[in-house]
């Protein structure tokens, strides 16, 4: 006889299971595996795919800096570019799969059961192998520059950039896959959302463009700011804005939270309405 | 011996927002709700307080006409759907064969889905790769494991689904006979998957239409009207308890012009159907020994060359009777522009007592086994069989079907 004994009935919101997503991060690792696999099958770049993007983007934006603005950014512009676009790339992409996570796998929400938070966080887990392929650019063109850097730094406001990036992208992608069981609209308006998060992120330019106080203040409540000045804190001589870092922290954190939160209340249901 | 599943007041109920269940809905219908009395919210009760207690070992048959909750019960003891009041205690590893394919991705390969529907299921890697050869042995796709599964026919990739949900070994089996249509082949499997499985001693619960299967395969049966448990007991018991309820108000005539859903192309619709007795009087109550005369009326679409017309007559059990093809008699219908009407008629009837149903099938003439099916409505009318006293023995449909009143003749004793 099974050791297996478990009660069923309507679930509390406010009890997080997280004994259980650990039980199931076999299914998790495969559901990420299986998107990874898929989504370069019969691809002729393959992974190569991960890197056209930001690369792509990194040329066009450079060429539009050199042209049309010129503002200094401490380290060669397509360096700096190119690690705010793979920043602001993970947080995007693994934002918006998630997002779209639950419909995309309604059919196996509707049949097992299974701890649905599995399904957007390994969305999430996608982008960051995505973004994983790009670092291989990013170390080449640190090195192609000549762009100094003091590795123990470096590496430190890496991870700190990464730790926030995936926290932002794991809270938006649990808020947008939790409105989207509810309602479709979501998804239209996700890419939308997005795009204009891409403008009140300073990626392509540097903090130091926005000399209004108050929008230098609003831009701190965007995670994605501080995460993406932190990271490159690692490569510019651009100071490390304390203050930034520690709001943008706060904010990516509670994003987080209240993300996990929604979902948890809004996946009891989910079987019923998708 | 503790049992493997307890349902306490169990309770299930549906939010329904005109024809849509709660929550589908857009943003803008959600905010036009909260200017509306919240007493435009209709509810659906699925389940209303169901208890009952499962012990290890024991196959249930779940029965019950549609609607009435059953598989909303199996969806609960899965976990795919919280119950809204009430608590179940499950005590063992659940599995259902309602899972078959769940996951399965057609750009990977066999080798691929078989890991990832493994886990899906519940399986970890290692009990994957331990099983790993047996669930392709029982596949019979050994050649083909490392094709995407997108190459595969439908029989392979069925049977390769099949085999992973099979291994899977649980303490309870959960098998939904009605959401696994139409492969006949694949309802075989399951049920050969049932027997082997409860001699293992494992639990079974069996939702089913199937009245011989369930008493064949069950050895407790549970009915479920409305959301409610009607009678629980012997699968005989249980059953024969359920077949007395299902009473005829048939008035003997059914418009269908109006139903929408539909099999077909609907090049020629059943518009109506009526049964008439032998005194022309449409009605739905027979004798044995009565006359069926049934009369179809038929509107085409489009001018047609020829339309086959199949009857069939079932017990609600879904067991068919008979099979009537209008060639059989010399009949055939050609040509059919305008609306026509049709009948057959069926002499000194022989059903035992109880309720029947009629299917009909208007389809193109039949090639190579295939044909251009026109309409299908399905089951779309009944009728009931009544004692009229021509034995005075009681008639249990369990001895059989027809009543048959043979010639029997003495032929002398033999030394």
């Known amino acids: ?274 | 011996m503790k049992p493997v599943i307890e349902s306490r007041s169990v309770t299930k109920k549906y939010q329904i927002a005109g024809n849509l269940p709660a929550g589908y809905r857009t943003l803008r219908e959600s905010l036009s709700s909260w200017f509306r009395p919240a007493g435009n919210r209709k509810e659906f009760t699925a389940l209303d307080e169901v208890s009952f207690d499962v012990l290890p070992g024991e196959r249930w048959g779940i029965i019950g006409e549609n609607g009435a909750g059953k598989t909303t019960l199996l969806k609960i003891i899965a976990r795919i759907t919280p119950p809204t009041k009430g608590s179940l205690v499950v005590r063992g590893r659940v599995a259902s064969l309602l899972e078959v394919g769940t996951g399965f991705h057609p750009e990977l390969t066999g080798r691929e889905n078989i890991f990832l529907n493994g886990s899906i299921l519940g399986l970890s890697r290692r009990e994957i790769q331990g099983k790993f050869d047996e669930i392709v042995a029982f596949s019979e796709v050994e050649n083909f494991l490392d094709t995407p599964v997108k190459h595969y026919s439908t029989g392979m990739w069925a049977r390769l689904a099949f085999s992973v949900a099979a291994h899977l070994e649980p303490e309870i089996l959960l098998v939904d006979e009605v959401l696994s249509v139409g492969d006949a082949d694949f309802q075989d499997k399951s049920l050969r998957k049932m027997s082997d499985v409860s001699e293992q001693g494992r639990t079974i619960l069996f939702v089913s239409h199937n009245m011989p299967a369930v008493r064949r395969l069950c050895t407790r049966c549970l009915w479920i009207g409305r959301g409610k448990i009607r009678r629980t007991g012997t699968p005989d018991e249980v059953i024969d308890a359920y077949r007395s309820t299902v009473r005829d108000d048939s008035p003997g005539f059914a418009d269908l012009a109006s139903v929408e859903r539909r099999r077909g192309t609907q090049e020629i619709r059943l518009a109506r159907i009526e049964l008439k007795n032998r005194g022309g009087e449409t009605t739905g109550t027979y004798a044995i020994g009565d006359d069926l005369n049934i009369h179809l009326f038929l509107e085409p679409r489009r001018p047609l060359k020829k339309v086959k017309i199949i009857v069939g007559i079932e017990e609600p059990g879904g067991e068919r009777l008979c099979t009537m093809y209008e060639n059989d008699s010399g009949f055939s219908l050609k040509d059919v522009s305008l609306p026509v009407h049709v009948s057959l008629g069926i002499g000194d009837l022989r059903f035992c007592p109880g309720r029947y149903l009629v299917t009909v099938l208007l389809c193109s003439e039949i090639f190579n086994y295939t044909c251009d099916v026109y309409d299908d409505p399905g089951a779309c009318i009944g009728f009931t069989m009544v004692n009229n006293c021509v034995t005075n023995r009681a008639l249990m449909r369990q001895g059989g079907l027809l009543y048959l009143t043979p010639r029997w003749e003495f032929h002398g004793e033999r030394p």
């Open chain 1, 1 to 274: 006889m099974s050791r297996i004994e478990y009660e069923i009935t309507r679930p509390r919101w406010t009890r997080f299971n997280v004994r259980e997503w650990w039980e199931y991060r076999e299914l998790f690792w495969f559901l990420a595996w299986r998107d990874v696999k898929v989504k370069y099958k019969q691809t002729l770049l393959g992974i190569g795919w991960a890197v056209l993007q930001p690369l792509a983007l990194m040329i066009l934006f450079s060429v539009f800096w050199k042209w049309v603005i010129r503002v200094d950014t401490g380290v060669p512009y397509p360096v700096f570019v190119y690690s705010g676009l793979i920043f602001w790339g993970l947080f995007a992409s693994g934002a918006g799969n998630a997002g779209g996570s639950m419909i995309d796998h309604a059919n196996i929400i509707k049949k097992v059961y299974f701890p649905r938070i599995i399904i957007p966080a390994s969305a999430v887990l996608v982008s960051l192998l995505d973004f994983a392929v790009t670092l291989v650019l990013y170390v080449a063109l640190i090195v192609f520059y000549g762009v100094k850097i003091h590795p123990p730094v470096f590496l430190g406001c890496f991870a700190l950039g990464l730790l926030m990036t995936v926290f932002a992208a794991l809270g938006c992608g649990f808020f947008f896959a939790a409105a989207n069981i509810r309602y479709r609209d979501v998804r239209y308006a996700i890419p939308f959302l997005l795009q204009l998060l891409f403008f009140a992120t300073p990626v392509v330019f540097p903090l130091s463009v926005v000399r209004s106080e108050a929008l230098a203040f609003v831009l701190s409540l965007n995670p994605m700011a501080a995460a993406i000045h932190v990271a490159r804190a690692g490569i510019s001589v651009e100071s490390m804005n304390w203050q930034l870092v520690a709001t943008g922290l706060a904010a990516s954190v509670l994003i987080f939270l209240g993300g996990l939160a929604l979902f948890n209340r809004n996946e009891i249901d989910c079987a019923d309405i998708l």
